[in-house]
């Protein structure tokens, strides 16, 4: 808006990205062609006092598949997002993750719902961190943005406000289309 001489305050961009980043983040969310090993992490955010957990995965060269903010870091959530993941991008041979107790069981789970689905090869979990390091770094962009908030007043805006990060963070990244500027990939997305 600066560079066309235009002049916002914060408060209606904030309310333009609670209204509207949760539905251009979910449109960005299709299937796109992935690689078969996967990096998953959380991380915890502060909403209202509270801290809250937001899971990501990236595939092995960094690019962003998916990500939720959870209320709490349950086996619940932890089987609810690779299952979310695996819709959009189809399901991996492998993921890597931390020793989340978490995080291991739901992988679990989901291993034993592929089986009863007939699907011969289960996914191969991996603990080992150092491979973990690409999902680690990717936090950094998240954490660099929310620090100067100090927090969210509430769950949604929370939520909102992490999509509309994340896709920024993935234009970014140039995982639309790479022979476009970010500002193109932007408007193809809305």
């Known amino acids: 808006m600066a560079e ?3 002049r ?9 990205v609670e209204r509207h980043a949760g539905q251009v983040a ?3 969310r299709r299937k796109q062609p992935t690689s078969t090993s996967w990096r998953m992490d959380e991380t ?16 092995k060269f960094g690019k962003t598949l998916d990500f ?23 399901p991996p041979r492998k993921i890597v993750i931390d020793k989340s107790a978490a995080n291991t069981k739901g992988v679990r789970k989901i ?15 991996v ?7 690409m999902v680690e770094q ?3 962009f998240i954490k660099r943005r929310v620090r100067p908030m100090l927090g969210f007043k509430s769950f949604t805006s929370a939520a909102s406000t992490m999509a509309g990060i994340k896709l920024v963070n993935m234009i970014r990244k140039e995982q639309f289309w790479p022979q476009l500027r970010p500002f193109q990939q932007s408007c193809q997305i809305a």
Not at 44 to 59: D, F, N, S
Not at 111 to 125: A, H
Request: charged residues 25%; glycine residues 6%; positive net charge.
């Open 26 to 28: 979910e449109d960005a």
């Open 8 to 16: 916002v305050g914060h408060a209606p961009l904030n309310r333009w």
């Open 111 to 125: 291993n034993r719902m592929l089986k009863r689905f007939g699907c011969p090869v289960p996914i191969e979990m």
């Open 68 to 90: 939720l903010l959870s209320q709490r870091r349950s086996k619940l959530d932890a089987v609810k997002f690779p299952a979310r993941a695996m819709d959009t991008n189809g």
């Open 44 to 59: 915890c955010i502060m909403v209202k006092g509270r801290w809250v957990c937001l899971y990501r995965a990236v595939h």
């Open 127 to 133: 603990w080992i961190r150092y491979l973990n390091n």
């Open 4 to 6: 066309r001489g235009v």
């Open 138 to 140: 990717d936090h950094r």
